[in-house]
């Protein structure tokens, strides 16, 4: 019984995308490991991007720099 955790941040991630994930990974436990789908757990939690860093920096100030030099 896999169980496959996907994180992302929380940016308006619509429900035919996480679909798609579900999909997607369902089926690479299908190819890769041969698992039954109807007993593959897929969950996706959506994370606020205050909650997750890169290097230094949470993603939201990484955005907001990022929205800030593209004006310039």
């Not at 089926?27 to 205050?50: A, H, N, R, S």
């Amino acid at each position: 019984m896999p169980i496959i955790n996907i994180q992302v941040t929380k940016e308006g991630v619509t429900q035919a995308q996480k679909q798609a994930l579900i999909k997607g990974a369902t089926q690479l436990m299908v190819d890769v490991l041969y698992k039954d789908p109807q007993v593959t757990f897929v969950v996706i939690e959506e994370v606020e991007t205050d909650n997750w860093g890169i290097g230094f920096d949470q993603v939201s100030m990484l955005r907001q720099q990022s929205l800030e030099s593209n004006i310039k």
